[in-house]
């Protein structure tokens, strides 16, 4: 587990995990609207290559057919991504504001 957000009560937040597979080569878009604070991103490749943004598009990374890449922001980073590559596995572990309702699903836009 990568560590909190300095500054945060744990006893008011939740910690999990999203789990995404690409189903096609389109480009899928995540977002919670900035209601987690995301610190670990793994991104898996399949047969095909991967193009990852984080954010913006200024912050994108590829990732080779079969490799992998992880991303620690540590809690830094409350907006949304970007997937694009048929087969690719995406696992991105966030901290949230705990809430009656539990955890924020994030929403997949492909």
Partial sequence: MSSGPVGLDVREY???FF????????????????QWLVTK???????AP???VFGSI????FVDA????TLEPNGAF?????????????????WYQAAPDGSPRPDVTP
């Fill in 41 to 47: 991103v793994q991104i898996f490749a399949a047969a």
């Fill in 50 to 52: 991967v193009s990852f």
């Fill in 58 to 61: 200024s912050n994108e990374a």
């Fill in 66 to 69: 079969g490799g992998c890449l």
């Fill in 78 to 94: 409350r907006g949304g991504m970007s997937i694009t590559g048929e087969g690719a596995r995406l696992v991105v572990e966030y």
């Fill in 19 to 34: 789990y995404y597979e690409v189903p096609d080569g389109n480009s899928h878009f995540i977002t919670t609207h900035n």
């Fill in 14 to 16: 939740g910690y999990t």
